[in-house]
């Protein structure tokens, strides 16, 4: 009897962990078809919904702000687009994703909307 208690528990564990890896792909796929749509409000919920679904699965995370940063684009938030891409190659530095971060960047700063020169600095005042 113990032996089919722990079977049975041993079974309900995957089918949920499976489930949850099923969740977190389809979402995933909504969100790649939601962005050849064009519907960038679509692929947001999408991605909260991986974002939720993936948190004991970080290798997706850097390709969940990929695409954040391309539907930021596609809204013409560029400031937005180029923050993320900024974390994904300051916390993915070595993933295909940073460097297509980077890629994108480049590209940004082609078209004018990401300028080399740096902002101005606000320094403290001293009182």
């Known amino acids: 009897?113990?032996?089919?208690l722990i079977a049975a528990l041993a079974i309900s564990a995957l089918s949920v962990t499976g489930?949850?890896?099923?969740?977190?792909?389809?979402?995933?796929?909504?969100a790649y078809s939601?962005?050849?749509?064009?519907?960038?409000?679509?692929?947001?919920l999408e991605l909260s919904k991986v974002e939720?679904?993936?948190?004991?699965?970080?290798y997706v995370w850097p390709e969940v702000s990929m695409m954040r940063?391309?539907?930021?684009?596609?809204q013409k938030m560029f400031v937005d687009a180029v923050q993320t891409y900024q974390f994904i190659i300051a916390s993915y530095p070595q993933s295909e994703y940073a460097y297509r971060a980077r890629a994108r960047?480049?590209?940004?700063?082609s078209l004018?909307?990401?300028?080399?020169?740096?902002?101005?600095?606000?320094s403290p005042t001293r009182f």
């Not at 939601?34 to 947001?44: D, H, L, P």
């Not at 960047?105 to 700063?109: K, P, S």
């Open 1 to 4: 009897m113990r032996f089919v």
């Open 112 to 122: 004018g909307h990401y300028p080399t020169r740096s902002a101005a600095v606000v």
């Open 34 to 44: 939601a962005y050849e749509r064009g519907n960038c409000e679509q692929v947001m």
């Open 69 to 74: 940063g391309q539907c930021l684009e596609r």
């Open 105 to 109: 960047l480049e590209t940004l700063q």
């Open 19 to 30: 489930c949850t890896r099923w969740s977190m792909n389809h979402h995933l796929n909504n």
């Open 52 to 58: 939720r679904a993936s948190r004991a699965r970080p």
